[in-house]
């Protein structure tokens, strides 16, 4: 589960990367989804930064921190039905895993403003527990 707090801690390292970002992104109010880009999601983060400290605290931050969410319990509902059908599966997620969002901000910053503009949350996601937990 995300942790707000941590959220807030992380949000100053992302000051830079989601400034370069931003300048590629509109600023308009989006609708968090897991198919939202890097590039947007971060921009919208840095953005909502601009209301000082208790930006993790708005509906706005909610619903994206919703999205992130989301997009985890999908993704760990489909290991379990992969598994549960024989299949293989990309990642090997232990069941009481979580990934802090400090973990995942450090992510989402260190692609290029290029692969941020094209990569969604949900493939973002997807690659960060590939490479955290990887089957062996």
Not at 72 to 80: D, V
Request: proline residues 7%; aromatic residues 6%.
């Amino acid at each position: 589960m995300l942790r707000v707090m941590a959220l807030a801690l992380v949000a100053s390292a992302l000051v830079m990367s989601g400034a370069s970002i931003a300048q590629t992104v509109p600023t308009t109010a989006i609708t968090p989804s897991p198919d939202m880009t890097v590039a947007a999601f971060l921009a919208r983060v840095d953005q909502l930064r601009t209301g000082g400290p208790e930006w993790t605290l708005s509906p706005e931050a909610g619903e994206l921190f919703g999205a992130i969410s989301a997009v985890g319990k999908a993704y760990r509902q489909t290991l379990a039905d992969r598994l549960t059908a024989g299949q293989p599966v990309e990642a090997c997620l232990p069941p009481e895993a979580e990934i802090e969002s400090d973990v995942l901000f450090a992510h989402l910053a260190g692609y290029t403003p290029e692969a941020a503009a094209r990569t969604t949350i949900r493939e973002a996601f997807s690659q960060l527990v590939r490479q955290r937990f990887p089957c062996r």
